[in-house]
C-alpha cells in the first residue's frame, strides 16, 4: 500500500541555521506532494506543494526538493526562526483513495534561540 | 477570503449527549472534509463531501454523522461518543475534489473532549 513517512521524528537547529526536514514515499506513481505546518493549537497550514515533473520549488525562505529516483521528498527552511517550531508534515493524494489525503508520521521542529 | 471557520473552538461533552460541530468556508471549494487528530499523530480522514454529496466514508462509527447542507458548509453530528473520540476534528477543503487538484486548506480545528 501507500506510505509517506518521515526520517526524523524530531529536528533541533539553532536560529538562524537551516533546517531539512525528510520525507520518503513508496509509491512511484505518486505524482503531487503537500508540506503543511501545525503549531501547536492549530490546523495544518499549507507551505508549499510541488508536482512530479518538477525535481525543486521554492517558496519564502522554503523550498522543496524531489528526488523520484529515490522516492524521497524534503523541507528546506532558511535561515530559521523562532516562529518556524511546530510539526511538520508532507501528505500526498493517494491516487487509489481518490481525494483522500495520506499524510506522514510528522517532524516536530525546535528552534533554539 | 482564504479561511475555512470552524466552531467551537472547544466542546466538552458527555456521553449521552448529542452535539454538532461546524465549519464554513467562501472559496468556492466544492470538496470538504473532516479529519480527526489525536495528541501527536497525523491527521485522519473521516469524510469526504464532493459537490455537496458524501463520496468518502472512512469506516466511521455511526455515532458520528456528517451533513453539508450546502457548498459552504459542513456539520458534523455527534451522539453517545466514547471517551476515546476526545481528540481535535479538522475540517479542511479543497478547490476540486480530486487529489491532484491543489492543496487542502484546514481550520484550526475543534478540541473535543468527551467525559
Known amino acids: 500500500g501507500e506510505n509517506v513517512g518521515l526520517h526524523l521524528p524530531t529536528l533541533s537547529v539553532q536560529e538562524g541555521d537551516n533546517s531539512i526536514i525528510n520525507c520518503a514515499y513508496s509509491?512511484?506513481?505518486?505524482?503531487?506532494f503537500i508540506w503543511y505546518k501545525q503549531e501547536s493549537g492549530k490546523g495544518p497550514q499549507f507551505i508549499i506543494d510541488?508536482?512530479?515533473?518538477?525535481d525543486k520549488r521554492q517558496g519564502q525562505r522554503v523550498t522543496v526538493l524531489l528526488n523520484k529516483t529515490v522516492k524521497h521528498l524534503s523541507l528546506q527552511i532558511a535561515a530559521t526562526q523562532p516562529g518556524d517550531s511546530a510539526v511538520y508534515f508532507c501528505?500526498?493524494?493517494?491516487?487509489?483513495?481518490?481525494?483522500?489525503?495520506?499524510f506522514g508520521a510528522g517532524t516536530i521542529l525546535r528552534v533554539k534561540s | 477570503d482564504t479561511e475555512v471557520t470552524q466552531t467551537p473552538k472547544h466542546l466538552v461533552m458527555g456521553m449521552t449527549n448529542k452535539k454538532s460541530l461546524k465549519c464554513e468556508q467562501h472559496?468556492?471549494?466544492?470538496?470538504m472534509y473532516w479529519y480527526k487528530q489525536k495528541a501527536k499523530k497525523p491527521p485522519e480522514l473521516m469524510f469526504v463531501?464532493?459537490?455537496?454529496?458524501?463520496?468518502i466514508n472512512e469506516s466511521v462509527p455511526s455515532r458520528f454523522s456528517p451533513e453539508c447542507p450546502n457548498s459552504s458548509l459542513l456539520n458534523l453530528h455527534l451522539h453517545a461518543l466514547q471517551p476515546e473520540d476526545s481528540a481535535l476534528y479538522l475540517c479542511?477543503?479543497?478547490?476540486?475534489?480530486?487529489?491532484?487538484?491543489?492543496?487542502?486548506?484546514f481550520g484550526s480545528g475543534t478540541r473535543l473532549t468527551v467525559v
Open positions: 472559496m468556492g471549494h466544492r470538496a
Open positions: 510541488i508536482r512530479s515533473n518538477m
Open positions: 501528505a500526498e493524494p493517494g491516487r487509489e483513495y481518490g481525494n483522500k489525503l495520506v
Open positions: 509509491n512511484s506513481a505518486s505524482d503531487y
Open positions: 479542511a477543503s479543497s478547490q476540486v475534489p480530486t487529489g491532484t487538484g491543489g492543496p487542502q486548506t
Open positions: 463531501y464532493s459537490y455537496e454529496k458524501l463520496s
